[in-house]
């Protein structure tokens, strides 16, 4: 390591292991959706269709898609903030859901410090120490504790964000691009933590080691559908650089379709003009 320092390790609340989770029932799927369906609205045609998805308990796995196949659309669904239009959602009475995405970095209370956000959620019978203690594991020292995060930086929120979910101990964590804005230390730490996490893992990232490091499964978000992909993450850049291409095609095809359109459409009024005249 460049700074000669001890890799950081994700803690927990007091007296757990680093990233211990709330047990679920055996065998019982974490979330499941059936026969789900979603629009965005104005838009006749579904961002999703008749999607059949289980997560079961400790599964780990990467959602790939183009930008704008709907995979933040897909997670706020998993997550229960997007209601379905079509089909049902299932989620085990013992479920606990980490969700990390930009609005809860947004969502942070400006005028509040750290330890006074984590203090809000943790038991009362928890020591101040604790809580310094456990917001120091996630690079908070100091003054940084106590001041309030209107003027953090984007790593600074995304760290807090991330404390405060950790604190709450979930069984399934859906991350939407959750290393955006963490440094090399806190990307590692993050890492590390999640390859010990026993609970499920929802992820949507762009960082390669990560991936490698976490995920056992990929799924694909394409076309209004959610699939098993049959490959690693070399294959799948060049199903990425195919279907890019074949969107290209398809565009010029539509666009010269629709100058051939307007073509005739002229000369057709031309026409009819001129017998008029």
């Not at 700074?3 to 499941?32: E, H, I, N």
């Not at 629009?39 to 780990?60: C, M, W």
């Not at 609970?199 to 976490?214: D, F, K, N, P, Y």
């Not at 499964?217 to 650089?241: A, C, I, K, M, P």
Request: include cysteine.
């Amino acid at each position: 390591r460049r700074s000669g320092r001890p890799a950081r390790r994700f803690p927990t609340s007091p007296g757990l292991t680093p990233m211990q989770t709330r047990p679920m029932a055996s065998r019982a799927a974490a979330v499941t959706t059936e026969g789900f369906g979603w629009h965005y609205p104005n838009r006749s045609e579904p961002a999703f269709r008749d999607v059949t998805l289980e997560i079961p308990p400790g599964q780990k796995v990467l959602l790939l898609g183009p930008s704008g196949a709907g995979k933040s659309t897909l997670i706020k669904s998993l997550v229960g903030q997007l209601p379905l239009l079509l089909g049902e959602r299932q989620a085990s009475e013992l479920l606990n859901i980490g969700y990390f995405a930009q609005h809860q970095m947004d969502a942070l209370d400006d005028q509040a410090s750290p330890m006074l956000q984590l203090a809000r959620i943790a038991d009362k019978s928890i020591s101040e120490a604790s809580l310094r203690s456990f917001l120091g594991s996630f690079g908070f020292s100091g003054e940084r504790m106590d001041t309030p995060c209107q003027s953090f930086s984007g790593g600074e929120r995304a760290r807090l964000a991330l404390a405060l979910i950790v604190w709450q101990r979930p069984n399934v964590l859906i991350l939407d691009e959750p290393t955006n804005h963490l440094d090399l230390d806190m990307r590692h730490a993050l890492t590390m933590a999640l390859q010990d996490f026993e609970g499920a893992v929802v992820l949507v990232s762009h960082e390669r080691q990560l991936i490698a490091t976490v995920c056992d499964d990929l799924l694909l978000v394409h076309d209004g559908r959610v699939t098993d992909f049959d490959g690693d993450l070399q294959e799948y850049s060049q199903w990425l650089r195919q279907a890019r291409q074949h969107m290209l095609q398809k565009q010029q095809d539509e666009m010269s379709t629709t100058v051939s359109t307007n073509k005739i459409t002229e000369k057709a009024v031309d026409s009819t003009t001129s017998h008029t005249t």
